[in-house]
C-alpha cells in the first residue's frame, strides 16, 4: 500500500518527461488564435494554462482524468469501501484520483483519511483568530482570513526560506496541501459555531472518521446519515471544474508567485465567493425562497415563469443558470438532482421540488430573453436546496462548503505547478491606446 506522497513521487518522472516532449515538439504549434474580442470578452476560450485534474467539454461537461462523474462514481472508494455508513465517493478518493491520474485502493484512501484527521486540529492561533471575528462577518471572508493564518506554519515558506532546491519544492507543497484540506473542516465548523452557535465548538476531531464524516459531525450532523453522504458527495464533485474558473486560477496565479498553499488557497476563496461564482449557490437559495414566499409552496409553471421574467426585467441574473463553459445542464445539477430522486425527504420536500421545476421552467425563459448562451442549471442551482431540506438554513455559509471542496481540485495542480517547474505567470496586457496603435501597424 502505497501512501499518497509516494503515489505521486511515482508519476512525477513520466509527467516531466510528458512536458519536456511537448515543449521540444509542439514549442511552436498553434493553439488558436487570440483576437481583440479575446482580450475584451475575459478571455473566454483561449487555450492558456495547463490544467491536470480535469477538463471541462461544453456539452459533456466534466471528466477527473478523462472519468466524468458517473465513472468515479463507479471506481472510486466509498464511505463502505472504508467500513463506514454510507455510499457515496469519499473525496480522499477524489483527492487521490485528482493528484495522481490513478484510482486508489481501499486501503490507501483509508491510510489517507486517517492521515487528514490526525492533522485536522487547528493551531491556537487561528482558533483565536476565527473566535474574535464579529457574527456579521461574511463566513467567506473569515474563512480566506483563517486559511491565510494557517501560513504561519507552512512548510513550504519555511522551506523556501532556507533555501530549498527548485527541484525539491513539490514535496513541502504537498505536505502544506494536504495539512490544509486536514483542517478545512475544523476551520469552517468553528465558522459556523461562532456565527450561527450550531455544532461543536470544540472541533472534535474523531480519528475513526472520514474527512467529510467529521465535518458532518462538527457541524452537528453526525447523526443525520443523508446529510454525510450529501456532503460527501457534494464536496467529492465539487472539487475540480478544470483550471479557468476563478478559484482554481487564482490559487495557480498566486502559487505561481511561489507563495504558499495557504496564501494561494485564500486567495482563490476571495474568488470564490463573487456571486458569479461559488457565492451563486447562496443567491439561488435566497432567490428560490422568495419566490416561494411570494408564489405559495405549490408554484404554477406559469407563476415561474413570471417569477423569472421580473428578476430578468429587473436587470439581475437568475441565479444557477448559465456558464461561461458549459452549453448543457452541469452534470454536477444532475448528479445532485439523482441523489434527491433516491431520498424520500428530499423528493417530498417542497424547496427541492421547487427547484426541480424551476429547472424546468427556466431554460425556456432564458432562451427567450436571448442573452445567456446557456439557459441551462449549472450545480449551484441545486446544491443549497438540499442543505437547506436538512435543516442547515443559514445560507449565507453555503459557500464555505463550496470552499471546503475545491481545495481537493485546486491544490492539486499547485503540486503539479511545481513538480513541472511552472514559471511565474504573466501576461501581457494592453492600454486601450496601445492597442489602437498596435492594431493600425
Ligand atoms: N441570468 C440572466 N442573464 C444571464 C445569465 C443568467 N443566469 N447568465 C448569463 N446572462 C447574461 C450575462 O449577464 C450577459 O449579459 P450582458 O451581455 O448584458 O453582459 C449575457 O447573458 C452573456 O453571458 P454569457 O456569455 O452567457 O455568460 P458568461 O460566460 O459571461 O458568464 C456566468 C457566466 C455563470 C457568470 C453567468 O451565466 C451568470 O451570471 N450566471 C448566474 C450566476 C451563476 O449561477 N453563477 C454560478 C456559476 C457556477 N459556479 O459555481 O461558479
Ligand atoms: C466552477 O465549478 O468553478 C464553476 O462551474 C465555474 C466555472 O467552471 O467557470
Known amino acids: 500500500t502505497k501512501t499518497l506522497k509516494d503515489a505521486v513521487a511515482e508519476i512525477i518522472p513520466a509527467k516531466q518527461e510528458q512536458l519536456k516532449k511537448l515543449k521540444a515538439e509542439h514549442g511552436e504549434s498553434k493553439l488558436g488564435e487570440i483576437q481583440l474580442q479575446h482580450l475584451l470578452g475575459g478571455m ?42 454510507g455510499n457515496e465517493i469519499l473525496p480522499e478518493s477524489m483527492l487521490w484520483l485528482l493528484l495522481t491520474g490513478n484510482v486508489p485502493s481501499k486501503e490507501e484512501v483509508k491510510n489517507l483519511s486517517a492521515e487528514l484527521a490526525a492533522k485536522g486540529a487547528l493551531p491556537a492561533h487561528v482558533e483565536k483568530i476565527i473566535d474574535s471575528f464579529p457574527k456579521t462577518l461574511h463566513p467567506m471572508t473569515q474563512f480566506a482570513a483563517a486559511v491565510a493564518a494557517l501560513n504561519h506554519d507552512s512548510k513550504f515558506a519555511a522551506a523556501y526560506a532556507k533555501g530549498i532546491k527548485k527541484t525539491e519544492y513539490w514535496a513541502p507543497v504537498l505536505e502544506d496541501s494536504i495539512d490544509l484540506i486536514a483542517k478545512l473542516p475544523a476551520v469552517a465548523a468553528r465558522i459556523y459555531y461562532n456565527v450561527f452557535g450550531r455544532g461543536d465548538g470544540k472541533q472534535a476531531i474523531d480519528s475513526s472518521l472520514d474527512l467529510i464524516g467529521n465535518y458532518s459531525k462538527m457541524i452537528g450532523y453526525g447523526d443525520n446519515q443523508g446529510m454525510t453522504d450529501y456532503l460527501r458527495l457534494y464536496i467529492a464533485i465539487h472539487g475540480d471544474h478544470e483550471g479557468g474558473n476563478v478559484s482554481a486560477h487564482t490559487a495557480h496565479l498566486v502559487g505561481s508567485a511561489l507563495s504558499d498553499p495557504y496564501l494561494s488557497y485564500s486567495a482563490a476563496l476571495l474568488g470564490l465567493a463573487g456571486p458569479l461564482h461559488g457565492l451563486a449557490n447562496q443567491e439561488v437559495l435566497g432567490w428560490a425562497l422568495a419566490m416561494q414566499e411570494a408564489v405559495g409552496e405549490n408554484a404554477s409553471d406559469e407563476q415561474i415563469k413570471e417569477y423569472l421574467w421580473s428578476t430578468l426585467k429587473s436587470g439581475r441574473v437568475v441565479p444557477g443558470y448559465g456558464h461561461a463553459v458549459l452549453r448543457q445542464p452541469d452534470p454536477r445539477f444532475t448528479a445532485l438532482s439523482k441523489f434527491c430522486d433516491t431520498r424520500p425527504e428530499l423528493r417530498d420536500s417542497s424547496i427541492v421540488q421547487l427547484v426541480q421545476k424551476v429547472s424546468q421552467v427556466a431554460p425556456g425563459v432564458l432562451k427567450e430573453h436571448g442573452k445567456t448562451k446557456n439557459p441551462f442549471p449549472n450545480v449551484d442551482a441545486a446544491s443549497g436546496c438540499v442543505l437547506y431540506q436538512y435543516g442547515l438554513t443559514e445560507f449565507t455559509y453555503y459557500t464555505v462548503i463550496f470552499g471546503i471542496s475545491r481545495a481537493i481540485g485546486a491544490l492539486p495542480q499547485l503540486v503539479a505547478d511545481r513538480y513541472l517547474g511552472m514559471p511565474i505567470e504573466r501576461p501581457k496586457s494592453m492600454s486601450m491606446d496601445s492597442l489602437e496603435a498596435f492594431l493600425k501597424k
Open 44 to 85: 473566454r476560450g483561449l487555450k492558456v494554462m495547463l490544467w491536470e485534474g480535469s477538463v471541462l467539454d461544453s456539452e459533456t461537461g466534466i471528466t477527473f482524468h478523462g472519468k466524468s462523474i458517473p465513472d468515479s462514481q463507479k471506481v472510486l472508494p466509498t464511505a463502505a469501501d472504508l467500513g463506514l455508513n
